[in-house]
């Protein structure tokens, strides 16, 4: 199916140029029928991979068809056809299985932050943060936007925890770099996020993904992904929290 018509002719790459800007447009639209266009083949796909069903553990929780029109709402600009939609957004109806999960882990590395800066800081307890934080949304009030809130605080907490520690450990020339963590807690936040939602492929926004997969997929998605990171640190080191409290005890 394609929404170009006419007897124009362009490049393939033009083509599905134009029709990504169609399917954004369809979307945008009030006509129903206009999106239906983009899901209706879409389930049919989804049939014929047989991912309809009540024991699809994604799918069962949700009706079929409003959960891929709020996929289609959330990522019509990537739509060319249906099958390659299905293809790009399949974390969206199979979970990530851990053989996966296991080889596109993360690096857990701080960018642009010196190494002996940030081997005194364990970054992979950010996942476990982030999933603690976020078990404080209420069924209820999970949105897009109260999620992005819970990432943006974790970010944010992450940061001054970690300059609170290395100032307690009086590293040099600490002074000016609260916006360089910024910017690398933000990179390894949402790096994780991407991993324990979808196993690190592209994919849309992450806390729009996140309200359409729901409460329920999502935590479990981000508990799975803690067991198998292994949150316990083989040499027995506490969390960033603890050391923080430590460094600033009174000599």
């Excluded at 399949?90 to 590395?109: M, N, Y």
């Amino acid at each position: 199916m394609k929404f170009t018509t006419g007897n124009t002719v362009v490049t393939f790459e033009k083509l599905w140029y134009l029709q990504r800007a169609h399917a954004e447009r369809y979307v945008k639209s009030d006509h129903g029928t206009k999106i239906l266009l983009m899901t209706k083949p879409i389930l049919e796909v989804l049939k014929k991979r047989n991912w309809i069903n009540s024991k699809n553990c994604v799918l069962g929780r949700h009706d079929a068809e409003s959960y891929v029109t709020k996929l289609v709402q959330l990522d019509a600009r990537n739509y060319t056809n249906a099958s390659a939609f299905v293809e790009r957004n399949k974390v969206f109806f199979q979970a990530p299985d851990e053989q996966t999960l296991l080889i596109s882990r993360p690096s857990g590395h701080l960018h642009h932050i010196s190494k002996d800066m940030s081997s005194v800081i364990h970054q992979d307890e950010v996942l476990q943060h982030t999933l603690s934080n976020l078990e404080l949304i209420p069924p209820a009030e999970w949105t897009a936007d109260q999620v992005r809130e819970v990432i943006n605080a974790t970010i944010a907490e992450q940061t001054e925890l970690s300059l609170k520690f290395l100032d307690g450990s009086h590293y040099p020339g600490l002074e000016g770099h609260k916006k360089i963590f910024t910017k690398s807690w933000s990179k390894l936040v949402h790096g994780y996020i991407r991993w324990a939602i979808a196993a690190g492929l592209p994919g849309p926004d992450g806390a729009g993904s996140m309200q359409i997969l729901g409460r329920e997929e999502t935590l479990n998605r981000f508990a799975n992904a803690v067991r198998i990171l292994g949150m316990k640190r083989p040499d027995g080191g506490a969390d960033l929290k603890t050391k923080v409290a430590e460094a600033h005890k009174p000599a």
